[in-house]
């Protein structure tokens, strides 16, 4: 059985030094070319022995990385005299040029690896097209109604009403009890409206600020409204209802 050996492939040079770097932990902007050299080579070598082709771009950044160590080996010119400044000129870093490929390089290579996470996520989703859905689509017609005021909203007007009246007070004084039928009650509200031949405020239909005759009187439009006799209307939101007789039928009679 032959012995096999697996090795990390790299993308080309640059990405080789950069595993080399961040498996030494290497500062990039300071890098020991003796021993990053040193490595490189070494991987270069295992690929030989192990008869894989090497690219040729592998080879030109060896040749590169032993002329930056030869130059650094090189001893340092200094000048004789340090009294004229204008002599003096800036040395060069032959790792300046390599250091700035690798930087660049690894821009590139993190924002690849952002991207193939974004591509990745963007997998776990499925899509479709739009469905045309109106074959199965009711119309739906609004009921009409003679009654746009809710039995909620009537409660509500009877409780301001209440708070106008201060009703909700105790107050003591002597009243004499006087039975009020909401059938009577009823007949009196529709001959009211009728002879006033208009939309009447809900509130002008309490003249009386007996607690006995205003309930009567709520439950006898209650009533009415339950009959069809009147139509209350709200031109808005908490604005004033208006009751007004339908038609002009006669008197409401029979037992509540």
């Given amino acids: 059985m032959p012995y096999n050996v697996k090795i990390d492939a790299f993308e080309g040079p640059l990405d080789l030094l950069l595993h080399l770097i961040n498996r030494l932990e290497i500062d990039i902007y300071d890098i020991p070319v003796a021993q990053i050299t040193e490595q490189y080579l070494l991987y270069i070598h295992t690929m030989n022995e192990l008869q894989l082709d090497v690219a040729s771009e592998f080879l030109v950044m ?25 002599n003096l000129e800036y040395e060069e870093d032959p790792r300046e040029d390599l250091v700035e490929r690798l930087i660049e390089y690894r821009k590139y290579k993190e924002a690849a690896h952002d991207l ?60 004499a009890r006087q039975e009020i039928s909401i059938d009577k009650r009823m007949t009196e509200i529709l001959v009211e409206l009728r002879s006033f031949k208009g939309r009447k405020s809900f509130n002008d239909l309490f003249p009386h600020p007996s607690k006995e005759h205003i309930v009567v009187t709520f439950l006898a439009i ?24 339908i038609g002009e039928g006669e008197k409401v009679v029979g037992n509540y």
């Fill in 222 to 245: 209650l009533e009415l409204i339950k009959r069809k006799e009147i139509d209350v209307e709200q031109d808005g939101n908490f604005s004033e209802i208006f009751v007004e007789a």
């Fill in 62 to 86: 060896a040749a590169t990385l032993l002329a930056i160590k030869s130059k650094m080996l090189l001893p340092k010119h200094e000048e004789e005299s340090l009294e004229d400044d204008s």
């Fill in 116 to 175: 193939k996470l974004l591509e990745e996520e963007r997998s776990l989703m499925f899509t479709k097209p739009p469905s045309d859905l109106s074959d199965y689509a009711k119309e739906i017609k609004p009921e009409k109604t003679d009654l746009n005021v809710s039995l909620y909203d009537m409660l509500a007007a009877f409780q301001k009403l209440l708070r106008r009246k201060k009703l909700q007070r105790p107050m003591t004084t002597k009243i």
